[in-house]
Structure formats: structure tokens, C-alpha cells
């Protein structure tokens, strides 16, 4: 009860405090609007700004990531040993295999077909000339003997055009049948002329005959009934008969014809058209018949040499080095449809022209030369073999870091042979300085189509560990001939030089390394 009357006994709340004052609230927001605005920025605008400068700036560091990257060939910066070997003295060794000089020789088959026996084994010496292959011959043989026969019918022909051409030459010289035809044509005509001398008198005589027998006719007629009908029958058929001789006198006029006959085989026989025309006929004969005989010869010629090509010879004095077809393989001879190795049935090589490739590193290269001194070690061989740099290929290969040197071999012993791998030692040359001490400084080469000029100075691209293409300012040493260019400063040994996808290419681009360049080396 004392804690209720003393709740009651304390003073009650104002509740006037609470109220505002709305005058005074309305007049200060119009007056200030600024706290506002300053709320807007601080919750909108900053945040975005923020964030949108974050998400470039993450852009920005990965971007080359997110870009294709471009591929390029490399390769490596060539270093050359400032050293001094005194003449004969080993300057480094390499690696290397034994081949052919220059090149093993492919011996093929020239004519299509099946091959039906090998005569030589892999590393048999042969003799040029000597059989290696044959092939199945009986289609061969078929078509020389049908060539041969299509030869004699051939020459046949050509030996009647001739029997004719000689029968026309000797009637175009002797043209007797003519002659013949025109004596028969001249005796007619002087039986003629002799008929038409006598003609006169045979009119008369027929004239005679028909007036008697006209006047025995017309007697006996007037005597008919007295004298039998058959003699006036006979007597009427003697008259007929008498009339016709004479008219048949009278029409005698054959000499003017007979006459243009002779004249006209005269003319024949000096002209002798028909003579000629047969002459000439029989000459272009002769000719066609020879060109039909002479391509019947070619045609014998040629499967003569189909069968001839069916055994395939060595084309020089060597050693086979590997065979290539088997027996039952098919060879496409010279026929167009044929591959570059369709015909070929093995390999061969001289044994007396042997040549090294030996795998030099890049940094020995400036250390080669041509005719240099180098001896070459096989197991094959107890003896160490003489030989002399002939070239340095542009064959280069950038995972091994070396370039391919091709050695001759001089004086070969007959062990050795293609493919055999030898330890090659290149000596110094004599006409190089005889210094016992050698220097340890290293000079720098790179290819000279891979030096660009600007206006600053000259540079290369070279690729760095990040994968990152980078332009690199070097410092030529000097005036530089050839093909190497010697660099000051400028580049490391451990470099990579872009050789291609140089066009376009920025700094910094990402790159990725596609493989070395093997035609970008020393000639």
C-alpha cells in the first residue's frame, strides 16, 4: 500500500514536451535540402563509381588472358665462342648418321605391271646394267608378236603397191596395148579406103544384078498360071536381094570415122593420160603402203622395248640399300596416273660417295666453315674416318637447338654404310690463328631478316617466359655482312626471336610458340 500511495505521490509526465513545433520544422527543410543530396551520393553514386573502376581495372589485368593468342615460329639467338684453336686441334663434336651423297637414287620400273621376282637382296653390290626386278612379260611377249605380225601384213601391202607401181611405170614406157588397138584401127581403115576404091564398080555390078533380076521377075509374073508360083517367088526374092546389096553399096561411107578413130588413138598414145593417171596412183600407193610399214616397225620397236623394260637393270655401279617393292606388287611404270613412288622398286647409293649430317649446336655454328677438317668415328669402323665440311643446311630444329652440317667422307672404308650413327669431330682449320689460349667471351648473332629499323634505334621481337611478345632495342656491332648480324647489346642468349606473325603484332600481345623455323638459318 506505501508503494501505490508513492507511485501516485510522483509528478506526472508533460506531455506538452512531445509536441512539435510544425512551423519552425517546415521553414528549417526549406531553408537546408543539402543533407539530402549529400545522402543520395554517399548511398548511389560513390558505390557505383567504385565498382564500375574495379570491374575496368580486372579487365584491364585480364585481358591478355582473355585474347586469342597469336601463333609464331621462333628461333634462337646464334652464339659464336670467341676461341682460338691452334690448327688440327678438335673444336667440338656432334652427332650424326651417315647418307647417300647427295641423295639415295630411286631405280623404277618403266613399264606397268606385276613384279614376279626380285633378284637382289638389300646391301648386294651390283654392276649397272645387271637385272634387280622382273616383271610378269607374257602380255609383252603378246603384243611383239602381234606387232610383228601386223609388220608382215604391213609389208605385204607395201610389196603389191610396188609390183603395181612397176606394171604402170613399164605400160606408161611401153605403151604397147595402144599401139596394138591403133594398128587394128589402121588396117580397118585401109580395108576401108580399099573398099571405098572398088565400091564404084560393085554399085555397078549390083545395079546390073537388080534390073535382071527385076526384068526376070516381072517376065515371069506375066507368064503366071503357066509356070509354078515358086519360081516367081524365087524369082521376087533374087530381086529383093539384089536391091538390098545395092543399097548396102551405096551406104558405104566408114572411112571418115575409121579416120577420127586412128587419129583419135594417135592422140592417145602420144598424150598417154590414162597411162599416167595409173602411174601416179600407183606411186601414192607405194608411199602410204611404206608409212603404214614404217609405223608397224615403230609398233615393234616399241613393245620390243615394253618387253625389253620388263627386267629392271641397275642404272650405275653401287649398292642397293633397301628394297622398296616385294614380289607380287604392282609398279605404275611411266604412266601419267602414276605417284612419285608407285614405280619405284628399290634404292641404291654409291658406296664411294658418303656424306654425314651431323646435328651441330647453334653456338658451334660460327665455328664451321667449308672444307674444314673433320673426323668422323663409327663402331662399324676401328679406323678414324677423314672427311670435310661440304655445307650448313637451313635445316634448324629449335626442341634440340642445333643445325644439320653435311660432312663428306674421304677414302670411306667398305664397313660403313647409310644410317650408321658416328660421333663427328671438326678440327681447326690450318688457316686459322695458331693461339694456344682461348678467350671466354661469347658474341651474339641473329638472322638479318629479323632485324627491324625504326627512328629510334633497330629491334627484334622476341618471345618472353609469360608467353608475352616483347620489342627488343639492340645495339649492332659494327658493319655486318651476310646473312648474321652481330648484337652488341641488347639480347641475352636464352632469347627467343619471333621469326613469323610479325605483321600487326603489338607489345605485349599474348603468343603462343607454334615451332621452330627450319627455313631461317645459315646458308
Same mark, same amino acid.
Given at each position: 500500500?506505501?508503494?501505490?500511495?508513492?507511485?501516485?505521490?510522483?509528478?506526472?509526465?508533460?506531455?506538452?514536451?512531445?509536441?512539435?513545433?510544425?512551423? =519552425?520544422?517546415?521553414?528549417?527543410?526549406?531553408?537546408? $535540402?543539402?543533407?539530402?543530396?549529400?545522402? +543520395?551520393?554517399?548511398? *548511389?553514386?560513390? /558505390?557505383?563509381?567504385?565498382?564500375?573502376?574495379?570491374?575496368?581495372?580486372?579487365?584491364?589485368?585480364?585481358? %591478355?588472358? +582473355?585474347?586469342?593468342?597469336?601463333?609464331?615460329?621462333?628461333?634462337?639467338?646464334?652464339?659464336?665462342?670467341?676461341?682460338?684453336?691452334?690448327?688440327?686441334?678438335?673444336?667440338?663434336?656432334? $652427332?650424326? +648418321?651417315?647418307?647417300?651423297?647427295?641423295?639415295?637414287?630411286?631405280?623404277?620400273?618403266?613399264? $606397268?605391271?606385276?613384279?614376279?621376282?626380285?633378284?637382289?637382296?638389300?646391301?648386294?653390290?651390283?654392276?649397272?646394267? &645387271?637385272?634387280?626386278?622382273?616383271?610378269?612379260?607374257?602380255?609383252?611377249?603378246?603384243?611383239?608378236?602381234?606387232?610383228? %605380225?601386223?609388220?608382215?601384213?604391213?609389208?605385204?601391202?607395201?610389196?603389191?603397191?610396188? !609390183?603395181?607401181?612397176?606394171? !604402170?611405170?613399164?605400160?606408161?614406157?611401153? /605403151?604397147?596395148?595402144?599401139?596394138?588397138?591403133?594398128?587394128?584401127?589402121?588396117?580397118?581403115?585401109?580395108?576401108?579406103?580399099?573398099?571405098?576404091?572398088?565400091?564404084?564398080?560393085?554399085?555397078?555390078?549390083?545395079?546390073?544384078?537388080?534390073?535382071?533380076?527385076?526384068?526376070?521377075?516381072?517376065?515371069?509374073? =506375066?507368064?503366071?498360071?503357066?509356070?509354078?508360083?515358086?519360081?516367081?517367088?524365087? !524369082?521376087?526374092?533374087?530381086?529383093?536381094?539384089?536391091?538390098?546389096?545395092? %543399097?548396102? @553399096?551405096?551406104?558405104?561411107? &566408114?572411112?571418115?570415122?575409121?579416120?577420127?578413130?586412128?587419129?583419135?588413138?594417135?592422140?592417145?598414145?602420144?598424150?598417154?593420160?590414162?597411162?599416167?593417171?595409173?602411174?601416179?596412183?600407183?606411186?601414192?600407193?607405194?608411199?602410204?603402203?611404206?608409212? *603404214?610399214?614404217?609405223?608397224?616397225?615403230?609398233?615393234?620397236?616399241?613393245? #620390243?622395248?615394253?618387253? #625389253?623394260?620388263?627386267?629392271?637393270?641397275? $642404272?650405275?655401279?653401287?649398292?642397293? @640399300?633397301?628394297?622398296?617393292?616385294?614380289?607380287?606388287?604392282?609398279?605404275?611404270?611411266?604412266? =601419267?596416273?602414276?605417284?612419285?613412288?608407285?614405280?619405284?622398286?628399290?634404292?641404291? *647409293?654409291? /658406296?664411294?660417295?658418303?656424306?654425314?649430317?651431323?646435328?651441330?649446336?647453334?653456338?658451334?655454328?660460327?665455328?664451321?666453315?667449308?672444307?674444314?677438317?673433320?673426323?668422323? #668415328?663409327?663402331?662399324?669402323?676401328?679406323?678414324?674416318?677423314?672427311?670435310?665440311?661440304?655445307?650448313?643446311?637451313?635445316?634448324?630444329?629449335?626442341?634440340?637447338?642445333?643445325?644439320?652440317?653435311?660432312?663428306?667422307?674421304?677414302?670411306?672404308?667398305?664397313?660403313?654404310?647409310?644410317?650408321?650413327?658416328?660421333?663427328?669431330?671438326?678440327?681447326?682449320?690450318?688457316?686459322?690463328?695458331?693461339?694456344?689460349?682461348?678467350?671466354?667471351?661469347?658474341? @651474339?648473332?641473329?638472322?638479318?631478316?629479323l632485324i627491324q629499323s625504326s627512328e629510334a634505334a633497330p629491334y627484334v621481337w622476341i618471345v618472353e617466359a609469360n608467353a608475352l611478345a616483347r620489342k627488343r632495342v639492340v645495339e649492332l656491332a659494327g658493319k655486318n655482312g651476310g646473312e648474321l648480324v652481330a648484337i652488341k647489346s641488347g639480347l641475352k642468349v636464352t632469347d627467343k626471336l619471333i621469326t613469323s606473325g610479325l605483321e600487326g603484332l603489338r607489345e605485349g600481345m599474348k603468343v603462343v610458340v607454334s615451332g621452330d623455323d627450319p627455313n631461317l638459318g645459315i646458308e
Open positions: 500500500m506505501r508503494s501505490m500511495d508513492e507511485d501516485m505521490v510522483k509528478p506526472s509526465m508533460d506531455l506538452s514536451q512531445l509536441a512539435l513545433d510544425r512551423t =519552425t520544422t517546415k521553414s528549417t527543410r526549406s531553408k537546408s $535540402p543539402l543533407p539530402h543530396r549529400r545522402r +543520395w551520393f554517399s548511398r *548511389y553514386v560513390l /558505390p557505383s563509381s567504385l565498382l564500375i573502376g574495379f570491374m575496368a581495372l580486372v579487365v584491364a589485368a585480364a585481358g %591478355n588472358h +582473355w585474347m586469342p593468342a597469336r601463333p609464331v615460329s621462333v628461333v634462337p639467338v646464334i652464339v659464336k665462342r670467341a676461341e682460338m684453336q691452334q690448327a688440327g686441334s678438335t673444336l667440338f663434336q656432334a $652427332p650424326g +648418321w651417315i647418307e647417300p651423297r647427295p641423295m639415295a637414287i630411286s631405280v623404277a620400273a618403266m613399264a $606397268p605391271g606385276v613384279i614376279e621376282e626380285m633378284m637382289v637382296v638389300a646391301g648386294q653390290t651390283v654392276s649397272k646394267g &645387271e637385272p634387280i626386278a622382273r616383271l610378269v612379260s607374257v602380255d609383252a611377249e603378246l603384243a611383239l608378236q602381234q606387232a610383228k %605380225n601386223a609388220l608382215a601384213i604391213r609389208q605385204g601391202e607395201l610389196n603389191r603397191a610396188q !609390183a603395181e607401181l612397176s606394171a !604402170a611405170r613399164v605400160r606408161f614406157e611401153n /605403151p604397147v596395148h595402144l599401139r596394138v588397138q591403133l594398128a587394128d584401127a589402121q588396117s580397118n581403115l585401109s580395108k576401108s579406103k580399099t573398099e571405098l576404091a572398088k565400091l564404084p564398080y560393085l554399085i555397078e555390078v549390083a545395079e546390073s544384078n537388080l534390073r535382071y533380076s527385076q526384068t526376070s521377075m516381072e517376065g515371069k509374073k =506375066t507368064a503366071r498360071g503357066s509356070i509354078p508360083d515358086t519360081i516367081i517367088a524365087k !524369082a521376087e526374092n533374087d530381086y529383093a536381094v539384089a536391091r538390098a546389096n545395092l %543399097n548396102e @553399096l551405096e551406104q558405104q561411107r &566408114e572411112v571418115s570415122a575409121l579416120q577420127a578413130v586412128v587419129e583419135a588413138l594417135e592422140h592417145q598414145l602420144q598424150l598417154l593420160v590414162e597411162e599416167t593417171r595409173q602411174l601416179g596412183e600407183a606411186e601414192a600407193k607405194v608411199q602410204s603402203a611404206e608409212a *603404214y610399214r614404217d609405223e608397224a616397225k615403230l609398233q615393234v620397236r616399241q613393245a #620390243e622395248l615394253a618387253l #625389253e623394260r620388263s627386267t629392271v637393270r641397275a $642404272p650405275m655401279d653401287g649398292r642397293i @640399300l633397301r628394297l622398296v617393292a616385294a614380289p607380287g606388287s604392282r609398279v605404275m611404270g611411266l604412266e =601419267t596416273t602414276a605417284g612419285q613412288s608407285s614405280s619405284t622398286v628399290v634404292e641404291m *647409293y654409291d /658406296p664411294e660417295s658418303l656424306q654425314v649430317r651431323a646435328d651441330v649446336r647453334l653456338e658451334d655454328i660460327p665455328l664451321v666453315n667449308p672444307g674444314q677438317p673433320v673426323e668422323i #668415328e663409327t663402331a662399324s669402323s676401328s679406323q678414324v674416318i677423314h672427311g670435310r665440311v661440304l655445307q650448313v643446311t637451313s635445316s634448324a630444329n629449335v626442341q634440340k637447338n642445333t643445325l644439320e652440317v653435311k660432312v663428306e667422307l674421304l677414302d670411306a672404308p667398305s664397313t660403313v654404310s647409310p644410317e650408321m650413327l658416328v660421333t663427328a669431330a671438326f678440327l681447326a682449320s690450318p688457316n686459322e690463328a695458331d693461339q694456344s689460349a682461348s678467350s671466354e667471351s661469347e658474341q @651474339l648473332f641473329v638472322p638479318r631478316p
